[in-house]
């Protein structure tokens, strides 16, 4: 052989080897999930078991998929075939176009097992399937309430009440978790205790409830506003997100994670995970009218309009949706079942930590806007993170983050 | 009636090559930097946030915005701080350390390799450490103080904007300040030891030596220093998000722009803040680079 055809036979035989390879492999599925949603190995290894199909799963943090899912919808590309769609983000990317109706991949039996769906639809089109059913709940600390001889509070003076004695018998120095910093956590933790104030943020033309000092958005700021400065809060909530938060919790440094996600309690209760496994409990949102609320946080799957294989997405849907998977990644991931059907096997086999008050929550869990979260969301939200940030630390008072965010409110919606 | 064709100069092999080697620099400006650029401000002068239907032209309006909108304005008060406290701090520590290092005859390299490292670290990583040193429960700043009896009890650092703004500045100029002193101490090895000589035989004294010989001599590397210094402060991102989040009292306005164009999709309105910043960050580069220029011109 002369030099020459060496040379091209080199060539030649990898590149129609790759070739080869490529005609005949299935391309994998892309998805863009956050941590909380990547399937672990053996599931991803289930997945090609029972589809034959392959994931490709890239895991960004919350904040960072909605940054790429927007720089990429922009450039006219899609991030991936199948990304997160937080609920928060339901208004901007709907009224952007950037989601495609996703309601002939889901059987319609399977669609009304999932009630959170309504949360994802948009003008009438599906634009994520809810895969995290998130929703607030009361977290507590049992050995600090039975060491200051407290009982699980129901309303919010009992909350109080349960905090001042745990404190003052130096089980926890500061009881109360929540996050104050100028993050996303810190808004959503003030929209629950808005609901638990007994009130909403807005009326059904989007007008804010929250002004008057009467008025349950400006009581709930008050409280937190209030519990920092008498020392049931730790002066550090400032800077503090919501993951901190439930660290400080898994430690044993707080008794309540007060705006606790209902599926962390898998973690909480996880030896391996916290050391306070054994005194984790969930209780119903505490409240001033007898009724408990709360509001849904669910997370769902989309796909870009501009998202290549979508075909493949499909499988995975359904395969996602199956009372098997949901289980297992709930067990793995602390992921909360979105089909009553499965949360609700859950709970009668025992599975689900805290069945009865989960479910329970769950039945009174709202739609944070009854309208539909609105296209102006994210400025609105960013506009409570500074203004409660800036109350925590005693640089306005409360009625003055309340004109702050109404003014916001009102700029946005223009 | 005819027409001559035009006759264009014939080049010489010497400025074929010239042309041949600038050509993929000015290929990539052109499709990475100004075509961008161009496009970024043609946009500007229209309503693009993907939310609201049509792209109307919309004038000058969101530079209004830019210059006028209160929460904007806050953020280009807090960048001005920023550029104002790391400038200083990088050029003064950076001139200091050079000096230093230029003195250093033994184990020089390794001293300048442990300068260095800071500036190696990914922006994203150094805040992240820094937030663990800050940390008002469990920080490594509370705990040296407390235990020099310094403070009592633990302080929330960024609680108070001053404070805030001066932690934020320090962990920006902590990563940033090794290449001042690179370039610094490149400019100062270049000076010859005649002059230092001579004025020694003049009996200068070592302030009038770093007034009279050093600083002249190094005015275009700290010309080069501090814009780069400047430059990078107008566009502190990592080190404040990532230290404070969003909270309007550390909040540059490259944290501005990137909540204007990525969380509130006001592409249009992030574009103009863009433009300004960039024309900020030139117009004050310009400032130092005349300035010494004139400063330093010999003939």
Not at chain 1, 131 to 143: G, H, L, Q
Request: charged share 15%; glycine share 8%; hydrophobic share 50%.
């Amino acid at each position: 052989m002369n030099r020459r055809a060496f040379l091209l036979t080199a060539t030649a035989l990898p590149l129609s080897f790759g070739f080869a390879r490529l005609g005949h492999a299935a391309t994998p599925l892309a998805l863009l999930l956050p941590p909380w949603g990547t399937l672990t190995k053996d599931m991803t290894d289930k997945y090609t078991q029972d589809t034959g199909g392959t994931l490709n799963i890239e895991t960004l943090g919350w904040d960072e998929i909605h940054t790429k899912i927007v720089t990429s919808m922009v450039a006219n590309t899609a991030p991936a075939t199948g990304t997160e769609l937080d609920w928060s983000w339901v208004g901007q990317f709907g009224a952007a176009g950037w989601f495609d109706d996703l309601s002939a991949l889901v059987p319609a039996d399977v669609l009304a097992d999932i009630p959170t769906a309504a949360i994802f639809t948009y003008d009438g089109k599906l634009l994520g399937v809810p895969y995290n059913n998130d929703f607030r709940v009361m977290i507590y600390n049992k050995a600090h309430l039975d060491a200051a001889g407290a009982a699980v509070p129901t309303t919010m003076d009992e909350l109080l009440a349960a905090a001042r004695a745990v404190k003052a018998k130096g089980a926890s120095a500061y009881p109360i978790g929540l996050p104050l910093s100028a993050s996303e956590g810190a808004a959503t933790a003030w929209y629950l205790l808005t609901k638990a104030f007994g009130g909403d943020l807005f009326d059904k033309d989007f007008k804010p409830l929250f002004t008057t000092p009467d008025s349950a958005g400006f009581k709930a700021m008050q409280f937190e506003v209030d519990a920092l400065k008498e020392g049931l809060i730790d002066p550090a909530s400032t800077g503090l997100k919501d993951n901190a938060v439930q660290e400080l919790f898994k430690a044993g440094k707080i008794t309540f994670d007060l705006a606790g996600q209902a599926g962390i309690l898998a973690v909480y209760t996880d030896p391996a995970k916290s050391t306070v496994a054994a005194d984790a409990h969930a209780a119903l949102v505490p409240n001033v009218s007898g009724k408990s609320r709360s509001f849904g946080l669910p997370e769902a799957v989309g796909m870009p309009v501009s998202a290549e294989n979508k075909d493949q997405l499909a499988t995975y849907l359904t395969w996602m949706l199956t009372p098997e998977v949901m289980v297992a990644n709930y067990k793995t991931l602390g992921v909360l079942p979105t089909r009553l059907s499965v949360l609700a096997a859950l709970g009668k086999d025992g599975s689900l930590r805290e069945g009865e008050i989960l479910a329970a929550q769950s039945a009174v869990a709202e739609p944070l806007f009854a309208q539909g979260t609105p296209g102006w969301y994210s400025e609105f939200s960013g506009a409570v993170q500074t203004a409660l940030n800036a109350a925590a630390k005693g640089q306005i008072d409360v009625a003055t983050a309340m004109t702050q965010i109404a003014d916001a409110a009102a700029a946005a919606q223009q | 009636m005819t027409f001559d064709m035009p006759t264009w100069p014939r080049l010489n092999r010497d400025a074929r090559l010239g042309l041949a080697l600038a050509l993929p620099v000015v290929l990539i400006m052109g499709a990475l930097v100004f075509g961008p650029l161009v496009s970024s401000l043609y946009d500007s002068f229209f309503r693009i946030e993907p939310m609201k239907p049509g792209s109307p032209f919309v004038g000058v309006k969101n530079y209004v915005t830019a210059l006028t909108d209160p929460t904007v304005l806050a953020a280009w008060a807090t960048t001005g701080v920023y550029v104002l406290l790391a400038v200083v701090i990088e050029t003064g520590g950076g001139l200091a350390a050079a000096l230093l290092l230029h003195k250093i005859t033994i184990g020089r390299r390794w001293l300048l390799a442990a300068v260095v490292l800071p500036w190696c670290l990914p922006p994203v990583v150094n805040a992240i450490i820094w937030g663990w040193i800050f940390n008002p429960s469990y920080g490594l700043m509370n705990g040296l103080l407390q235990a020099s009896g310094l403070t009592q009890g633990n302080q929330v650092w960024f609680n108070d904007r001053a404070t805030g703004l001066v932690l934020i500045s320090v962990v920006h100029a902590w990563r940033m300040m090794p290449l001042t002193v690179i370039i610094l101490l490149a400019a100062l090895q270049s000076i010859p030891k005649e002059l230092y000589e001579a004025a020694r035989l003049d009996g200068a004294t070592a302030f009038q030596r770093l007034r009279q010989i050093t600083l002249p001599l190094i005015a275009p590397g700290l010309a080069i220093a501090l814009s780069q210094s400047t430059v990078f402060a107008i566009n502190l991102f990592d080190e404040a998000w990532i230290l404070n989040g969003a909270s309007t009292d550390t909040r540059s306005i490259t944290i501005q722009t990137y909540m204007a164009s990525f969380q509130n999709l006001k592409l249009s309105l992030g574009m103009a803040l863009s433009l300004l910043v960039m024309v900020a960050s030139l117009a004050v580069s310009a400032v130092y680079v005349l300035r010494v220029y004139r400063e330093t011109r010999f003939e």
